[in-house]
Nanobody
């Protein structure tokens, strides 16, 4: 089992940057593919980015490709989401999540149901 705590959210102007962090507890962190999701008011939770267990493969939603970068540090039990060129439509609560399934390990997974562990979320607000 793993527990996740996000940090780094806040208020930023359009075009700005933020770096989200996710601290994970547990000795088996490196066995989980990790992902970031977001949920805006009145909308369903949506996939943002995922990273493989080793950190060498990533995948992104089309809406953030080229602007966001996911990374992980297995020695520190940390996952990061660097967000650049932020837009007002990026405003949402951002969640870190861990996927325990073997088939997610190579590239991460992009569906909510594939992630068993979730953090409490951190608010990101982008003003125009």
């Amino acid at each position: 089992q793993v527990q996740l705590v996000e940090s780094g959210g806040g208020l930023v102007q359009a075009g700005g940057s933020l770096r989200l962090s996710c601290a994970a507890s547990g000795r088996t962190f490196s066995s989980y593919a990790m992902g970031w999701f977001r949920q805006a008011p009145g909308k369903e939770r949506e996939f943002v980015a995922a990273v493989s267990t080793t950190g060498d493969r990533t995948r992104y939603a089309d809406s953030v490709k080229g602007r966001f970068t996911i990374s992980r540090d297995n020695a520190k039990n940390m996952v990061y989401l660097q967000m650049n060129s932020l837009k007002p439509e990026d405003t949402a609560v951002y969640y870190c999540a861990a996927a325990p399934y073997e088939y997610c390990s190579a590239y991460g997974c992009s569906n909510v149901y594939e992630y068993d562990y979730w953090g409490q979320g951190t608010q990101v607000t982008v003003s125009s």
